[in-house]
């Protein structure tokens, strides 16, 4: 029973992702519930500044990224936080 029920759970998903693919204008869209957000706020570890402790935020709005860079700055106050959009780094909180 639970065999047939995990089968018939994996069918309802592939059709609401084929679904999700009808509905796209991009050609190969990414699954649900997997955003891409290219500005991040992160944490990296005190010691040296090269390992990530946590993602604070990714957001898609630059203005909001801003602000919540700054918020988590005032938030962690000597904490190394960084705003990147993708690999390029826009702010950071220390100095090198």
Known sequence: ??????????????????????????????????????????????????????QIAGVGDYLVALETYRAAVKRWPGAKITLRNRARVIEQSWED
């Open 1 to 54: 029973m639970a065999v047939a029920s995990r089968r018939n759970t994996g069918r309802i998903l592939t059709e609401r992702y084929r679904g999700f693919r009808a509905t796209c204008n991009s050609p190969s869209p990414a699954p649900p519930g997997l955003a891409d957000h290219p500005h991040t706020i992160d944490r990296w570890d005190d010691a040296t500044g090269e390992n990530l402790i946590e």
